[in-house]
């Protein structure tokens, strides 16, 4: 940061000296964090308005576009999603659930006893707000009109095309990636969050139109997918980057990875857009992260990834110290502004939240980092043998543009925006395996020993 930035009644340094500043949208629905998963659930809606009100009191706002999203319909959804998944979760409630019968609510994975997705209050609308957030977010990317979108409320990435996985119900993800390969070509797909971005993964492993590149904890571990050998199928495959990583990742090991994956990424593939997903569990401290990474450390990979100055939509993900997601966004917020905010975190509705010292950055904990530079170096050398191999970035001849989602339209008409289906880019489902032979092919179950613990 330029010494000669100046400093403002929020105490943030502007006046970076760089080039063109990029534009920078953010997208915002002040019922978002209002919705409640059940007591003693780990995932907490509430999280969001704890970080808006950051993005607020350091004055970030005034920097950005704000825009408030337009709720997902049944249509858009169904874009990825099945419509018969689709239709369920928009009629399921509380207390309709037992007019459902258990082979529905097995089915779907929501709602029954010994799944972590429960039915509670405005599920549906909860989906309708982070899903539209993000469509919104791509569209405003696909037109030009920004240079970085920003959604926290999305990167639900465990949803799959029929069934609700580890706390997600729609895939936001994947909806936003479908709108991003109108325009362009080709879309690269990274995943810091420290479970393994399996839903969107699976969505596109046969294609070599969106490449995923996930770093997460792999072993007994939710979801126990993303080996190293997991690297995609047919015409996708070299294009499924998977880095499994065990406890402990530090600040300095886990960028040791991921700078020059990601340089190679950018070197070989060559993306047209970027959909980052900045997943807080992998921060020190999370409640169901085994990481050890602080806020500078997770925002080195959001810093770097913008260094690239290409179209980025930026979203949220796991997180379920909440008190850390709301720092870590807020700042990962000020990093996307080039901007530099205080330690001191200002005056705010949540600021209980932050005691004992009120700062806003972390302090690693004292623990072992369990990856040894001999397994991180190898995980690197195989990955950018990988990519090595790939035969230069995919062309793909683009017909005429489909129109974007409509927002004063109907979405529901039968064949609105009609983009096709996924069926031959989705694997078969198959228990947790990501390819035939490959990982150890068992679905690891969510740490529900979690849900007693108070955050």
Known sequence: MSSSGQLDQSGIVSGTGRGTKQRVSYFYHSEVGHFYYGPSHPMKPHRLKLAHHLVLSYGLYKEMECYRP???????????HSEDYVTFLSRITPDNLRQFTAPNLIKYNAGAEQTDCPVFDGLFEFTQLYTGASIDGAIKL?????????????????????????F?????IVLAILELLKV??????????????DGVEEAFYCT???????????????????????????????????APLTSGMTDTAYEGVFKPVMDKIMEVYRPGAIVLQCGADSLTGDRLGVFNLTLKGHAECVRHVKSFGVPTLVLGGGGYTIR?????????TSVLLDLEIPNEIPFNDYFEY????????????????????????????????????????????MQEVPPEFDLKKERNAEGWNDGGHLEDDVRHKGNGKTSKGKGDGVRKT??????????
Not at 70 to 80: K, L, N, T, V
Not at 324 to 332: D, F, I
């Open 70 to 80: 337009h709720p997902a319909s049944i249509g858009e959804m169904s874009q990825f």
């Open 142 to 166: 696909n037109n030009s009109e920004t240079d970085i979108a920003i959604n926290w409320a999305g990167g639900l990435h465990h949803a799959k095309k029929s069934e609700a996985s580890g």
């Open 168 to 172: 997600c119900y729609i895939n936001d």
């Open 184 to 197: 362009h070509a080709r879309v690269l797909y990274i995943d810091i969050d420290v479970h393994h971005g």
């Open 208 to 242: 070599d139109r969106v490449m995923t590149f996930s770093l997460h904890k792999y072993g007994d571990f939710f979801p126990g997918t993303g080996h190293i050998k997991d690297i995609g199928a047919k015409e996708g495959a070299g294009f499924s980057v998977n």
């Open 324 to 332: 850390n997601v709301a720092r870590c966004w807020a700042y990962e």
């Open 354 to 397: 932050y005691a004992p010292d009120f700062q806003l950055h972390l302090t690693p904990e004292n623990k072992e980092n369990q990856n040894t530079e001999a397994t991180l170096g190898a995980v690197r050398n195989e990955l950018l043998q990988q990519l090595q191999g790939l035969q230069g970035a995919p062309s793909v001849q």
């Open 446 to 455: 969510h740490q529900a020993d979690f849900y007693d613990a108070v955050d």
